[in-house]
């Protein structure tokens, strides 16, 4: 990194596919963050298929709620590729619920707003995200929400102007749709939008929807479309509202992203917050943080040739 002009400052985190960490860019003058990938450590069918179309995508994004790549390189002596991104001090987004629980809903409109503008961007460039989670959303220094962690996106392709549905089954279980769940093909624009919808709970009641032992009995109780609504903290009739309507099992039923940014709550929220009033909303207790994902999916990959982006196998 030095030779690139980064000097080293610390760790940030480690994931499936290499660490992360924080260094100062003598170019740039500024810090940024830097994901590390081992190719040593890695398959290399993750090498072949998923990091080459993960670098091809962030390179080509540009959106101010999208973590911005600076710099993509590789360092051949190591076997080691580093992806130069802008740094969000603030952490991510669970972290940020963990600490203060369910947020108010004038500050969850907000960050809803931006993520459903980012994602909006990426799904009118044909890219799906397909790990939308609070832990894949960052924030700045003025808590603007980022959307980061492109390792299972792809490009979505068309037949006879209709989308190619994805038979690869990736994401995090508590946040996955459920046909993604039951192992249907999807179409990945609209299981992006079940993720929001679970994003959206998660700000409100610093909890997931859906919580179950199986997946099995994870997709009985997301086909039955009834979402518990905890008495505390108190949210609005219209957020409810919203959620019932992105968090729709039947795929054809789900809200799209623009009727969301025109749904009342958004509406109401957004002038609020442009008034400057205070919403009537009451944060509540601070609450415990979600449980260890258990049920995170295990990654493998999926013989289908048409889509061979990362795939977790639903336990």
Same mark, same amino acid.
């Given at each position: 990194? @030095? =030779?690139?002009?980064?000097?080293?400052? =610390?760790?940030? /985190?480690?994931?499936?596919?290499?660490?992360?960490?924080?260094?100062?860019?003598?170019?740039?003058?500024?810090?940024?963050?830097?994901?590390?990938?081992?190719?040593?450590?890695?398959? +290399? =069918?993750?090498?072949?298929?998923?990091?080459?179309?993960? #670098?091809?995508?962030?390179?080509?994004?540009?959106?101010?709620?999208?973590?911005?790549?600076?710099?993509?390189? @590789?360092?051949?002596?190591?076997?080691?590729?580093?992806?130069?991104?802008?740094?969000?001090?603030?952490?991510?987004?669970?972290?940020?619920?963990?600490?203060? /629980?369910?947020?108010?809903?004038?500050?969850?409109?907000?960050?809803?707003?931006?993520?459903?503008?980012?994602?909006?961007?990426?799904?009118?460039?044909?890219?799906?995200?397909?790990?939308?989670?609070?832990?894949?959303?960052?924030?700045?220094?003025?808590?603007?929400?980022?959307?980061?962690?492109?390792?299972?996106?792809?490009?979505?392709?068309?037949?006879?102007?209709?989308?190619?549905?994805?038979?690869?089954?990736?994401?995090?279980?508590?946040?996955?749709?459920?046909?993604?769940?039951?192992?249907? !093909?999807?179409? !990945?624009?609209? +299981?992006?939008?079940?993720?929001?919808?679970?994003?959206?709970?998660?700000?409100?009641?610093? +909890?997931?929807?859906?919580?179950? #032992?199986?997946?099995?009995?994870?997709?009985?109780?997301?086909?039955?479309?009834?979402?518990?609504? !905890?008495?505390?903290?108190?949210?609005?009739?219209?957020?409810?509202?919203?959620?019932?309507?992105?968090?729709?099992?039947?795929?054809?039923?789900?809200?799209?992203?623009?009727?969301?940014?025109?749904?009342?709550?958004?509406?109401?929220?957004?002038?609020?917050?442009? =008034?400057?009033?205070?919403?009537?909303?009451?944060? /509540?207790?601070?609450?415990?943080?979600?449980?260890?994902?258990?049920?995170?999916?295990?990654?493998?990959?999926?013989?289908?040739?048409?889509?061979? /982006?990362?795939?977790?196998?639903?336990?």
């Amino acid at each position: 990194m @030095e =030779s690139r002009g980064y000097i080293f400052r =610390s760790n940030l /985190g480690e994931g499936m596919y290499g660490k992360v960490v924080s260094a100062y860019s003598t170019r740039l003058k500024r810090r940024v963050a830097i994901k590390v990938i081992n190719q040593k450590k890695v398959s +290399s =069918s993750y090498l072949e298929k998923f990091l080459s179309r993960e #670098t091809e995508i962030i390179r080509s994004l540009n959106h101010p709620n999208i973590v911005k790549t600076l710099d993509v390189f @590789e360092y051949k002596k190591t076997s080691k590729v580093y992806v130069v991104m802008e740094l969000c001090v603030k952490g991510d987004l669970l972290k940020h619920i963990n600490v203060k /629980g369910g947020l108010p809903e004038h500050s969850s409109c907000r960050l809803f707003t931006q993520l459903c503008k980012a994602v909006q961007y990426l799904h009118n460039r044909d890219v799906a995200h397909r790990d939308l989670k609070c832990e894949n959303l960052l924030l700045d220094t003025h808590y603007n929400l980022k959307v980061c962690d492109f390792g299972f996106s792809k490009r979505l392709t068309y037949a006879d102007g209709r989308t190619v549905l994805s038979e690869t089954y990736c994401g995090t279980s508590s946040y996955a749709a459920p046909e993604i769940l039951r192992s249907f !093909p999807y179409d !990945p624009k609209v +299981s992006d939008v079940w993720s929001m919808g679970v994003v959206l709970y998660m700000m409100f009641y610093a +909890s997931v929807p859906y919580e179950a #032992t199986s997946i099995r009995k994870m997709v009985e109780i997301q086909t039955q479309h009834n979402i518990n609504f !905890p008495s505390i903290p108190s949210v609005s009739s219209e957020a409810k509202d919203l959620i019932r309507s992105i968090l729709h099992p039947v795929v054809e039923q789900r809200i799209t992203i623009s009727n969301i940014l025109r749904s009342s709550w958004i509406m109401r929220e957004g002038r609020m917050e442009d =008034s400057g009033e205070t919403p009537t909303s009451n944060d /509540g207790p601070v609450q415990e943080g979600p449980p260890d994902e258990k049920a995170k999916v295990n990654e493998k990959l999926s013989g289908d040739n048409s889509d061979p /982006g990362p795939s977790k196998n639903l336990k």
